[in-house]
């Protein structure tokens, strides 16, 4: 969430059940694909890429969030871990549509003291399943314009477009479930910064609370007009990248071999949820001497006209892949008990290939395995070698989260653990479970 100089990072943010599980099975698909059409206003799917999510923020004038694509993170600053002074909102005061397809995040003070009476707005996508499949591409843009203010009355501002790991949503702490922040500036400067946040707080291999960061660049003329922010997450080269661009231009890259393989993937290696906030205060802007102080006006916004998410994947070019089947030992498939009408808490188990079935032919959802309308799931949310697999409502949770491996088994990142067949068996209506990750046979299940 905020980028350099040690300062202490929000370790979470107040969080509901984000729309849409992210779990990638097989790196054939990339993200979560929402079915709209984009307006003028986002930016151009670039060459290779897919369009797999936007918002172009098309709502009434003085209107609330869109709630089915974005929630409200409400609260004082001084929750948030950052020093931060102002109080989040849901106020149409603070967070609202201006009627010209731009969401407004407004700054608000009240009082004769400029340290305390500021209200403000935060808010984050519902979905948490913006990644790069194994061996694709994700970028995320948003076209927005910083704060109307300057040094001389922007003392304390500390606008950000920022992004969280989804694994956070299901209780990996902070920072080892990662961080990326596109865009954070401060104090009404010129000038922009970016990072990424990893490993252990304080210190460990990504200097934490500081991050990996760009450092202060040059960001003329983006308090006054509308710009191009961005990243990409590049799982395709090797090693690994994530790129920051401003306008179009490369001016940042983190490469996975500045820190270990472990620490890597647990930042980055996953989907992330998206977040806008306009803080006050806070340990960022007091280190460039920031305030507020007695000249900081009240009334400053972060406008947002647009925000994009466009995949490429290694075999797909991105999207959702239907129809597959997953064959596991035996060559039986991965099924669901009921002939057809599972529901929430129906069973998962091996059965004989039948191509007529439709509970044995998966959607591969951005990382989440889908058949009649439901997402392969770890019964009760629990970590534990063991625990069985079923077929639940697809809830954004990590527990629903499916990442191909090279040695051909699946893993779900929360746990760490791999679907499984009990002892290798491969009998009809042998239910599926998760286990320690071993490169057994009883582990490889492909997509087929």
């Not at 179009?248 to 930042?267: E, I, L, M, R, S």
């Not at 629903?400 to 290798?424: E, F, L, Y």
Request: net charge negative; hydrophobic share 35%.
């Amino acid at each position: 969430m905020r980028p350099s100089l040690g300062f202490l990072k929000r370790r979470a943010s107040r969080r509901a059940l984000p729309l849409v599980a992210v779990a990638g099975a097989v790196a054939l698909a990339a993200a979560f694909t929402v079915s709209q059409s984009a307006s003028a206003t986002v930016p151009a799917t670039p060459s290779g890429f897919t369009l797999t999510w936007s918002d172009d923020f098309d709502g009434a004038a003085n209107t609330g969030l869109d709630q089915s694509k974005w929630k409200y993170d409400t609260g004082p600053g001084s929750s948030f871990g950052t020093g931060e002074i102002e109080t989040m909102t849901n106020s149409t005061s603070n967070v609202y549509y201006d009627g010209q397809s731009h969401l407004v995040l407004k700054a608000n003070h009240s009082g004769s003291d400029p340290a305390a009476g500021w209200t403000s707005g935060r808010v984050e996508t519902q979905a948490a399943t913006f990644g790069a499949a194994a061996g694709g591409v994700v970028r995320i843009e948003s076209r927005l314009q910083q704060p109307d203010v300057t040094t001389a009355n922007g003392a304390g501002y500390w606008p950000a477009f920022w992004m969280l790991g989804a694994p956070l949503r299901s209780g990996v702490t902070w920072p080892k479930s990662g961080e990326i922040d596109i865009l954070e500036n401060i104090n009404g400067r010129p000038s922009a910064f970016s990072a990424i946040h990893c490993g252990v707080n304080p210190g460990g291999p990504c200097n934490e609370s500081t991050g990996i960061t760009s450092g202060e660049r040059p960001c003329a003329g983006c308090s006054t007009g509308f710009h191009n922010y961005a990243v990409e997450i590049d799982r395709s080269t090797s090693p690994e990248q994530v790129r920051f661009y401003l306008d179009g231009n490369n001016f940042y890259t983190v490469k996975a071999n500045q820190v270990d393989a472990t620490t890597w993937a647990d930042a980055i290696d996953h989907p992330f949820f998206i977040i806008y906030d306009l803080a006050i205060g806070g340990g960022f802007p007091n280190a460039f001497g920031g305030g507020p102080n007695a000249a900081t006006v009240s009334g400053g916004k972060l406008v947002i006209d647009s925000v994009a998410v466009y995949n490429k994947g290694a075999s797909s070019g991105g999207g959702t892949v239907t129809g597959k089947t997953i064959k596991g030992p035996g060559g039986k498939c991965v099924d669901v008990a009921g002939d057809d009408t599972g529901g929430d808490g129906t069973a998962v188990q091996l059965w004989d290939c039948q191509s007529a079935a439709k509970d044995q032919h998966w959607t591969v959802s951005g990382q989440t395995l889908q058949t009649l309308g439901k997402c392969l799931d770890i019964a009760g949310g629990a970590n534990a070698a063991g625990t069985k697999l079923q077929l639940a409502n697809c809830n954004g949770g990590g527990y629903q989260n499916w990442v191909a491996q090279s040695d051909g088994s699946m893993k779900n990142p929360t746990t760490g653990r791999c679907i499984d067949s009990p002892s290798g068996a491969t009998a009809n209506a042998t239910r599926l479970q998760i286990w320690d990750c071993n490169g057994a046979a009883a582990q490889k299940f492909s997509l087929v």
